[in-house]
T-cell receptor, first 114, second 112 residues
């Protein structure tokens, strides 16, 4: 069990550029979540997958955001035409279906849009 | 709407006991969790209550009263390394997702 990993850990981009983040969950976890966290706030839910199926998306997730989990293992989160308001920490978490109480979080990708 | 309220910051001294309260108002409720997050780090799971009462895990305990929509995290024998942000979170089964709705966090500062 190597834990949840995310790549890159930091990303600086210019407004209008596209960025893509990757999350590798714990291997046997079939549920994967994306959250966004801004300074001084708690994580906010963005979307989640059960295996390769994206089953729920938050209203926070505008059409510039897209997430995939093509083989039910790693996931990617893409932000198109980034805006300064997208600057945040993007956290990935995973768990198994039967493990109701615990989500395991990755270290996050910190995005800064200039 | 869905909201969780917790104090923004708490200060205590080493060796002391501190209680961080959380009140919630959510459309669904399937348990109250607590997470710890150090500066620049990932949230890590501390405790979970699905039913009323007290759950104890070492120096940390968590309490839930579903009738009052209220819970708290109790940290005993505080250590400097306990300085961190603490988040309460409600598991929301709406949409079968089990996603977490987080409070804004309580920043705990432990002084010598």
């Amino acid at each position: 069990d190597t834990g949840v990993s995310q790549d890159p850990r930091h990303k600086i981009t210019k407004r209008g550029q596209n960025v893509t983040f990757r999350c590798d969950p714990i291997s046997e976890h079939n549920r994967l979540y994306w959250y966004r966290q801004t300074l001084g706030q708690g994580p906010e839910f963005l979307t989640y997958f059960q295996n390769e199926a994206q089953l729920e998306k938050s209203r926070l997730l505008s059409d510039r955001f897209s997430a995939e989990r093509p083989k039910g293992s790693f996931s990617t989160l893409e932000i198109q035409r980034t805006e300064q308001g997208d600057s945040a920490m993007y956290l990935c978490a995973s768990r198994t279906s039967g493990q109701q109480e615990t989500q395991y979080f990755g270290p996050g990708t910190r995005l800064l849009v200039l | 709407g869905q909201s969780l309220e917790q104090p923004s910051e708490v200060t205590a001294v080493e060796g002391a006991i501190v209680q961080i309260n959380c009140t919630y108002q959510t459309s669904g409720f399937y348990g109250l969790s607590w997470y710890q997050q150090h500066d620049g780090g990932a949230p890590t799971f501390l405790s979970y209550n699905a039913l009323d009462g007290l759950e104890e895990t070492g120096r940390f305990s968590s309490f839930l009263s579903r009738s009052d929509s209220y819970g708290y995290l109790l940290l005993q024998e505080l250590q400097m390394k306990d300085s961190a942000s603490y988040f309460c979170a409600v598991r929301d089964e709406e949409g079968q997702g089990g996603k977490l709705i987080f409070g804004q966090g309580t920043e705990l500062s432990v002084k010598p």
